[in-house]
T-cell receptor
């Protein structure tokens, strides 16, 4: 079974600085999807970024970028120029390839604190 | 785009009553909807997957007679907690995906906080 591990229960960063959240996963598939979701105190899950495993290029969305290392099964999220509004729980998630189960496998989350 | 709504946002009910939670995709047709439960400071736990017009597929350990799921249309799924008890108190979140361009992405509703007295 696929598993997703987020080894950092909590992280903190100074406003305007950069922080990297770690995520590793285990799968025997060669094609799959990876996601980072953000859950602020409102508890609304917000999609931050997605990555298709067949793409070598790392996904980026404004201040958010990933470092996708397929061989190492690593999918870290880098937040640049951190803002107070980035404070939230961040969940890494894995989805099997198309045609299989659409279930997301979530990590346990990393709580990010942004200090002014 | 890809907005999912949930109603109500919070509900308080007495033990033994039933509660219905609605999940709607507002700007797309959701071929698949998912229902999650989240305990405080924990990750999301998938309860069931539903496809429009089909019976829901429940995860192991989830009582299908207690948590009734109906996905009658491509924009609406409902979760009914029957004969609710205090241990059913939790945060319930739905998500939706569709067989479109970004078929692999789930978009989440804002959640419903259920308190059973």
């Amino acid at each position: 079974a696929q598993t997703v591990t987020q080894s950092q229960p909590e992280m903190s960063v100074q406003e305007a600085e950069t922080v990297t959240l770690s995520c590793t996963y285990d799968t025997s598939e060669s094609d799959y999807y990876l996601f980072w979701y953000k859950q602020p105190p409102s508890r609304q899950m917000i999609l931050v970024i997605r990555q298709e495993a067949y793409k070598q290029q790392n996904a980026t969305e404004n201040r958010f970028s990933v470092n996708f290392q397929k061989a190492a099964k690593s999918f870290s999220l880098k937040i640049s120029d951190s803002q107070l509004g980035d404070a939230a729980m961040y969940f890494c998630a894995y989805r099997p390839p198309q045609g299989g189960s659409e279930k997301l496998v979530f990590g346990k989350g990393t709580k990010l604190t942004v200090n002014p | 785009g890809a907005v999912v709504s949930q109603h109500p946002s919070r509900v308080i009910c007495k033990s033994g009553t039933s509660v219905k939670i609605e999940c709607r995709s507002l700007d797309f047709q959701a071929t698949t909807m998912f229902w999650y439960r989240q305990f405080p400071k924990q990750s999301l736990m998938l309860m069931a997957t539903s496809n429009e017009g089909s019976k829901a597929t429940y995860e192991q350990g989830v009582e299908k007679d207690k948590f009734l799921i109906n996905h009658a249309s491509l924009t609406l799924s409902t979760l009914t907690v029957t004969s609710a008890h205090p241990e059913d108190s939790s945060f319930y979140i739905c998500s939706a995906s569709w067989s479109g361009v970004i078929a692999d992405t789930q978009y989440f509703g804002p959640g419903t906080r259920l308190t059973v007295l």
